[in-house]
């Protein structure tokens, strides 16, 4: 972890270590206040703290006491603001405009008693409330104390150790997983995110849809000539138009964005700053491991997908006559694919450097997979009681999510394509949602129209996906090298442009680029060989699960694989070393430059590997720094076939340079 920011910190934390103490107290103590409690992110900071606590700049039980005591003295102040104020407490602002805040805690504790202390600590919505509430019930003092005490201190500890166990490992993972684990994270954020923002909006919405269909019921009394057309979708004599409200609000909404984003787009004539900025960081972010799980991810939208559980499903319905969802959701589909074909065909926006030419502004795929998940959620939620109506838009939009978030990883569109792609889905859908629930009053069974949709796209998944994650990688594999040079220019001279390490963000990542050869790698890999050297094939998901084997020999143990400017590494050569848990490594890359007359050039590093295991559970091997045992086992093989040596002038880095096309073979 060696960001900007975190250099920062931790040089503060070295040179105030009491003041770090009372920093982490302050946090615990603001989380646990009543009200504040609500606005502070104690997760996140907490976590972080946890992380510099496993890279060793703070003190371990020092943080833990500061965060246990902080948090105590956090839930004391609200006992005692509950004790001091009483059922008075309820009517203050902001207690009198959202009362459910301490009546959320009330029932908690009035059905656990005293235990509800404890439980409330670790939930978050009633935790800066319950203790308020037990001084309000004038809930002794001494009964108050121990449960209070014990819940901070293993909250502290909760709260805590998952960014110790990250900071405690981080070092070992980060030298050859760091891109994988950055890949996950960023998904995990965006179908987080996309989980909550479609949850609370739902709740949002569903609170209120009452209130403002009656709001939006005077507005048409108020408004005879342009009323009677709102009027149309607001019956109070029907139960379905609270929620039709709800889908026509949603769609004024959403289809304001989805034209500011058009007009902006248009306006700018190409891709926004934002576009490119996130381009270039997911493609730094490139991983043959994450590939593959992408590559799955980003066929989620293709025609075999979508059709087989569209199929499915319209079958059903053709089987029990509901001609009319049938015939809303079929037009659904085909005047969507329409309306992205002529939207696609009349704005010209330049595609990224790695996308495909039938890659455009909005994405089809994108775009089909929400009118299909999209359509499909308002066909079936409105059979389902209460709060699981908002089930089929939580699943609509995480399908979509991993849709558009892969194919952003591989470059395949822009961020405001896929934006683009989405909202205009969500508005087309509700379009036809709010027609489809005007003309449909009866209601039906949906579960097995529910197991036929989404059963038949998991059966769908796990035949079709193996395949098209291979196809789709190879469609939308990395650019080839810009930069040409002339053989023997590259062999006299020219070798000093290619780079002499990897550009990492990780210090330890930085790898020294010291082997360069020109032609066919199979002269060179047949000497390794001879020498002992042995190809491993590049790790998948298996091997890396099997990382966990404690019963497997160091040697059995994978290599996980690493990147060059978003590349896999063409051939993987390892040596056994001189203990069990180390080895000699050579990866080879696709150069970044091609030579004039075709031959291959193929730039690559020699290391060192040490098996470790962060907290004694998954072993890693990790390349070590400042290493040159690999660089001179390497030489000593590759002598007899002609490799000459010389320092990269850019950082005096030995480099091998070798022409396995001229070897005769």
């Known amino acids: 972890m060696q960001t900007d920011w975190i250099d920062s910190a931790t040089a503060w934390i070295g040179a105030h270590p009491t003041a770090a103490g009372a920093l982490i107290f302050a946090i615990a103590l603001c989380d646990a206040l009543i009200v504040l409690g609500i606005v502070v992110p104690a997760l996140p900071l907490l976590f972080a703290v946890g992380a510099l606590i496993g890279l060793g700049h703070i003190n371990g039980p020092y943080a833990l006491a500061c965060a246990a005591l902080g948090a105590f003295v956090g839930d004391g102040l609200s006992y005692w603001i509950g004790r001091r104020f009483g059922p008075r407490l309820r009517l203050r602002w902001p207690f009198s405009r959202y009362p459910q805040w301490i009546d959320q805690g009330e029932q908690l504790f009035r059905r656990h008693g005293t235990k509800s202390i404890f439980i409330a600590r670790f939930v978050g919505a009633v935790r800066p409330f319950v203790p308020a509430i037990a001084g309000m019930l004038h809930v002794p003092l001494v009964r108050y104390l121990a449960p209070s005490a014990i819940a901070c201190v293993l909250w502290a500890a909760a709260f805590l150790a998952p960014g110790w166990v990250l900071g405690k490992s981080y070092d070992a993972v980060a030298a050859v997983a760091d891109r994988l684990a950055l890949v996950l994270g960023a998904l995990l954020v965006a179908v987080a995110a996309v989980w ?32 009677r057309y709102a009027a149309a979708l607001m019956d109070p004599n029907r139960p379905e138009s609270p929620s039709l409200l709800v889908l026509a609000l949603c769609l004024i909404a959403i289809g304001w964005l989805w034209f500011t984003l058009l007009g902006t787009v248009l306006a700018e004539g190409g891709p926004l700053a934002l576009d490119v900025t996130i381009h270039q960081m997911l493609a730094n972010l490139r991983n043959p491991l994450a590939d593959r799980l992408m590559g799955a991810l980003a066929s989620l939208g293709d025609p075999p997908m979508l059709g087989s559980a569209v199929a499915c499903a319209l079958i059903y319905l053709a089987w029990r006559r509901r001609w009319i969802a049938a015939a809303h959701w079929i037009a659904a589909l085909l005047f969507g694919l329409v309306l992205t074909s002529v939207l696609g065909a009349a704005i010209d926006m330049p595609r990224p450097p790695s996308a495909p030419a ?123 090298p810009t930069l040409v040079l002339e053989t023997q220019g590259w062999w006299e001279r020219d070798w000093t442009r290619l780079p002499a390490q990897r550009s990492e963000r ?19 890999r047949a000497r390794l060989e001879a020498a002992g050297w042995r190809v491993q094939p590049q790790a998948d998901w298996l091997d890396t699960v099997r990382l966990l084997d404690d019963d497997r020999a160091p040697h059995e143990q994978a290599v996980l694989p690493a990147t060059l400017d978003a590349q896999a590494e063409a051939l993987l050569l390892l040596h056994t070393g001189a ?61 007899p076939l002609g490799a000459l040596e010389a320092p990269h002038p850019a950082n005096g880095t030995p480099v091998l340079r070798l022409r396995t096309a001229t070897d005769g073979q």
């Open 196 to 227: 909550a923002i479609v949850l609370y909006t739902w709740r949002w919405f569903a609170a209120r849809a009452d209130a403002l269909l009656a709001r939006a019921l005077r507005w048409t009394r108020e408004h005879p000539h342009l009323g």
């Open 358 to 480: 039938d890659f455009g502004f909005p994405s089809v795929a994108v775009t089909m997979t929400t009118i299909a998940f999209g359509f499909f959620a308002v066909l079936i939620a409105r059979e389902l009681p209460g709060r699981r109506r908002v089930w089929p838009y939580l699943l609509a939009g995480v399908v979509t999510t991993l849709l558009g978030f892969a194919r952003l990883y591989f470059g395949a569109h822009w961020a405001s394509e896929l934006v683009g792609g989405t909202l205009f889905g969500i508005v087309w859908l509700l379009v036809l949602g709010i027609a489809y629930r005007r003309h449909v009053s009866r209601s039906f069974w949906m579960r097995p129209l529910a197991w036929a949709f989404y059963g038949s796209f998991l059966v769908a998944a796990v035949w079709y996906l193996p395949g098209a994650s291979v196809r789709m990688v190879e469609k939308l594999d990395v650019a080839g």
């Open 506 to 524: 990780e210090p330890r990542g930085r790898w020294p680029l010291n082997v360069q050869i020109a032609g066919p790698l199979g002269p060179l």
């Open 579 to 639: 203990r069990a848990d180390e080895q000699h490594a050579l990866r080879l890359w696709r150069a970044p430059a091609a030579l004039h007359d075709g031959t291959p050039l193929w730039i690559g590093t020699a290391q060192t590997l040490r098996l470790v295991k962060p907290l004694d559970t998954v072993a890693i091997w990790r390349p070590e720094p400042a290493d040159s045992g690999a660089y001179a086992h390497l030489r000593t093989a590759l002598a």
